[in-house]
């Protein structure tokens, strides 16, 4: 497994596998043009390392040159084709034989058929290491190609994500793990803290407590820290940009991770509706929010039992501690409401053993899957 900026890639395709591919191209070339010396036009930037390691297998005179086109941005297609480097002179009446690195909606194929059927070349053909049938809208042939790939977003071997991993020797493909992010819920004592330990485990979670981020930040007087304390001993509430922002930063320090528990955040609706605007930039979202549920009365009793451990004082007064619930069901209910619209909310009983309150929470996990 390699990581390019906030993505994980797996292996796919061994540097043998590719060479062999390149062969079969360039073999299947000179079955057609070994007698005369055709013009192979790579298309740029993704096509440099295929056409340099099809001029070592292609054993005919030939020339080179290259267009630049681009499309890319991150993972998608912007749908719009750019020329930034034109078509080569002096290719009238000349065989050309244009080189892609990879062919799969072919809207950047559509411009290069374009350009080239404004010139006056004898005839073109499209050479393409790799090739998605899956999504490959068939409007062009595609004289040769080396290797039918599925739909999936590969870097490696002049292919890049965010401009980097082009000189890979090997091609890897996006590792599409299954994503799970939660927003736990749970009033004081209720075990959010207990099981959202055991989620995280179980489910190679990070664990990201808004609490503990702010603190860690505040301590160790990072940019976002000094900036969040600025307001702290102002007494104004932080900012939902500069918390999102701690946020991100928690996100993609763990990027290895299989999704996220956010404890603490979204406190209002706004909040949920920055978290998912933050996440959808990250091809990523909530899957569920879970709310451990419990009676008041046995609640007091947890947490005044806590209390004489722990020796809070917030632990230690039944009015204190009824103030505390007031405030969270104030709360939480707009949010709660922001994410029943979405069909997301769950509500899990939070009384009984340990074992029985995450065997009801990984019932509800299991069924998102």
């Given at each position: 497994?390699?990581?390019?900026?906030?993505?994980?890639?797996?292996?796919?395709?061994?540097?043998?596998?590719?060479?062999?591919?390149?062969?079969?191209?360039?073999?299947?070339?000179?079955?057609?043009?070994?007698?005369?010396?055709?013009?192979?036009?790579?298309?740029?930037?993704?096509?440099?390392?295929?056409?340099?390691?099809?001029?070592?297998?292609?054993?005919?005179?030939?020339?080179?040159?290259?267009?630049?086109?681009?499309?890319?941005?991150?993972?998608?297609?912007?749908?719009?084709?750019?020329?930034?480097l034109d078509v080569p002179e002096n290719i009238e009446g000349r065989?050309?034989?244009?080189?892609?690195?990879?062919?799969?909606?072919?809207?950047?194929l559509q411009k290069l058929v374009h350009l080239f059927s404004k010139t006056k070349v004898k005839e073109f053909k499209?050479?393409?290491?790799?090739?998605?049938?899956?999504?490959?809208?068939?409007?062009?042939?595609?004289?040769?190609?080396?290797?039918?790939?599925?739909?999936?977003?590969?870097?490696?071997?002049?292919?890049?994500?965010?401009?980097?991993?082009?000189?890979?020797?090997?091609?890897?493909?996006?590792?599409?793990?299954?994503?799970?992010?939660?927003?736990?819920?749970?009033?004081?004592?209720?075990?959010?803290?207990?099981?959202?330990?055991?989620?995280?485990?179980?489910?190679?979670?990070?664990?990201?407590?808004?609490?503990?981020?702010?603190?860690?930040?505040?301590?160790?007087?990072?940019?976002?820290?000094?900036?969040?304390?600025?307001?702290?001993?102002?007494?104004?509430?932080?900012?939902?940009?500069?918390?999102?922002?701690?946020?991100?930063?928690?996100?993609?320090?763990?990027?290895?991770?299989?999704?996220?528990?956010?404890?603490?955040?979204?406190?209002?609706?706004?909040?949920?509706?920055?978290?998912?605007?933050?996440?959808?930039?990250?091809?990523?979202?909530?899957?569920?929010?879970?709310?451990?549920?419990?009676?008041?009365?046995?609640?007091?009793?947890?947490?005044?039992?806590?209390?004489?451990?722990?020796?809070?004082?917030?632990?230690?007064?039944?009015?204190?501690?009824?103030?505390?619930?007031?405030?969270?069901?104030?709360?939480?209910?707009?949010?709660?409401?922001?994410?029943?619209?979405?069909?997301?909310?769950?509500?899990?009983?939070?009384?009984?053993?340990?074992?029985?309150?995450?065997?009801?929470?990984?019932?509800?996990?299991?069924?998102?899957?």
């Open positions: 497994m390699i990581q390019i900026h906030d993505k994980f890639f797996k292996p796919y395709l061994s540097e043998s596998e590719i060479l062999q591919a390149v062969k079969t191209v360039a073999d299947k070339i000179a079955e057609d043009y070994k007698d005369e010396t055709p013009i192979f036009v790579g298309v740029l930037n993704g096509s440099f390392m295929f056409v340099s390691d099809l001029m070592k297998a292609y054993e005919h005179p030939c020339e080179v040159s290259f267009v630049r086109l681009s499309s890319y941005q991150g993972l998608t297609s912007t749908g719009i084709v750019e020329t930034l065989s050309v034989i244009i080189l892609e690195d990879i062919i799969d909606t072919g809207r950047t499209i050479a393409s290491l790799f090739y998605k049938p899956d999504v490959y809208r068939g409007e062009y042939a595609i004289d040769y190609f080396g290797l039918a790939i599925p739909d999936n977003f590969i870097v490696g071997y002049g292919l890049d994500y965010k401009e980097q991993g082009r000189n890979l020797k090997e091609v890897y493909q996006l590792n599409q793990k299954h994503m799970i992010n939660l927003v736990l819920f749970g009033k004081p004592g209720a075990g959010k803290g207990t099981q959202a330990q055991f989620l995280k485990e179980k489910y190679n979670l990070k664990h990201i407590s808004t609490g503990d981020v702010f603190r860690f930040n505040i301590k160790n007087g990072t940019e976002l820290g000094t900036l969040a304390k600025s307001y702290i001993d102002k007494g104004e509430l932080v900012p939902d940009e500069v918390t999102i922002k701690m946020l991100q930063e928690e996100v993609e320090k763990n990027a290895d991770a299989d999704g996220f528990i956010f404890d603490g955040f979204p406190r209002t609706a706004a909040q949920a509706e920055a978290l998912d605007n933050f996440l959808e930039s990250k091809d990523m979202g909530i899957n569920a929010t879970i709310a451990l549920e419990a009676n008041d009365e046995i609640l007091i009793d947890r947490l005044l039992e806590r209390g004489k451990v722990s020796g809070r004082t917030d632990d230690q007064d039944v009015a204190k501690i009824r103030n505390r619930f007031d405030e969270y069901n104030a709360k939480t209910t707009p949010v709660k409401e922001f994410y029943e619209a979405q069909g997301k909310f769950h509500s899990v009983n939070g009384i009984g053993s340990i074992a029985d309150i995450t065997e009801r929470l990984t019932k509800v996990i299991e069924g998102l899957k």
